[in-house]
């Protein structure tokens, strides 16, 4: 029988009763930003500054119960009138409380412990941060010094060993897209390695080119979208992927009960059953960038921003500076983003209705000379 002293029984016995605490939860590198928000205009989320027209939200309003307040959600009936705005069938579809617990459920189901991960960067920060969380291996493509993509370097990072890709299209925050042949030759590369694809689509409307089609009739395919960007509900919360029933089922286990806001719900369906919503949105998109893109050209400032509600924008002086300035002095909220290519650190602006554009615009030419 092993003989142990006094201190020795102590050292096991705390040893066994240490609190755990998942170290690469731990280590994670996570920014919040709670600032108050509400009295600026806010170009730095890629939000749509004006929103739904109010008589939009009255109506919706008028639908709203007691009963709906106080019961769990029900998504059938919603889920039928997305399958059918899509022209396809509620077994390919799940609906997600925004589309990044679409995403992270992908990455949990569909990928292991240590598993290989490659995506382009920069992107959106949330598929480097759910991989660092479950402990996958984040494999970077960056972009190159032009802020163009060779297709290429995707594909050579496509491996047996690989068993997710992730692609943007349009990408957050570089705003490039794919083209059909593009895609295609990426799709195939990824089937013949086995390695599942996920194509985030959360910037669809502003650029109409989708590959849903895809995640519709093929296997190991999914969409992520979201109704956050132009259908301006980023404060209800819903997405939702679009895959093979099989995949979706995967998916839909990963889910926590009643994960879909009842109020998101309402609004959805009136938008996508109102076509002249839609209609709306996207003119007043359109009207709003064209404005902004001249004005840029105008006044000589090089922009980047294919597609997106977004655009890259190089100043003339001191990006970092005129953020702060426009914040203070101008109530506009906008972000910086650093070695943005040969654009050096640079502003990085929502787009929105033209009235707001200008405010924007004359903005910065007060504050950046």
């Given amino acids: 029988m092993l003989a142990l002293n006094k201190g020795e029984i102590l050292t096991i016995h705390n040893l066994r009763y240490m609190y755990y605490l998942n170290p690469k939860i731990k280590d994670l590198h996570r920014i919040f930003d709670q600032n108050e928000r509400k009295d600026y205009l806010r170009l730095d989320l890629n939000e749509n500054p004006g929103g739904l027209p ?10 709203i119960t007691p009963q709906i307040v106080a019961q769990y959600p029900e998504t059938l009936h919603f889920t039928e009138v997305l399958a059918k705005f899509l022209n396809t069938d509620i077994e390919h579809i799940c609906l997600v409380n925004g589309s990044a617990e679409g995403i992270r459920y992908i990455i949990q189901a569909f990928t292991s412990p240590g ?8 992107s959106y920060f949330m598929f480097q941060v759910y991989s660092e969380m479950y402990g996958r291996s984040f494999v970077k493509v960056p972009y190159d010094e032009d802020l163009t993509m060779d297709v290429d370097k995707i594909i050579n990072e496509i491996t047996p060993d690989t068993e997710l890709l992730i692609l943007l299209n349009p990408n957050n925050p570089m705003g490039n897209c794919y083209t059909e042949d593009e895609f295609r030759r990426i799709y195939e590369a990824a089937r013949v390695n086995e390695v599942t694809l996920l194509v985030d689509e959360a910037y669809h409307y502003f650029y109409p080119k989708t590959f849903i089609e895809y995640a519709l009739k093929d296997k190991h395919v999914f969409v992520t979208r979201t109704f956050s960007k132009l259908f301006s509900m980023a404060g209800c919360r819903l997405g939702y992927v679009v895959g093979w029933p099989e995949g979706i089922k995967m998916v839909q286990k990963m889910c926590t009960p009643h994960n879909t806001n009842a109020f998101a719900m309402k609004f959805a369906e009136k938008i996508i059953t109102t076509p002249s919503i839609l209609e709306d949105l996207i003119s007043k998109f359109k009207e709003g960038r064209e404005y902004l893109i001249d004005n840029l050209y105008k006044h000589g400032y090089r922009h ?6 977004f655009l890259f924008i190089e100043v003339k002086t001191d990006a970092e ?16 983003y650093p070695n943005v290519g040969d654009f050096g650190t640079c502003l990085r602006v929502s787009i929105g209705e033209k009235a707001y554009m200008e405010k924007f615009m004359n903005a910065l030419l007060d504050l950046d000379r």
């Fill in 54 to 63: 109010q008589d939009v939200i009255d109506d919706v309003l008028k639908d």
């Fill in 115 to 122: 598993g290989r991960i490659v995506g382009v960067v920069p």
């Fill in 304 to 309: 980047k921003g294919e597609a997106g509600n």
């Fill in 321 to 336: 500076k005129i953020v702060r300035r426009m914040k203070e002095e101008k109530g506009i909220l906008i972000k910086s």
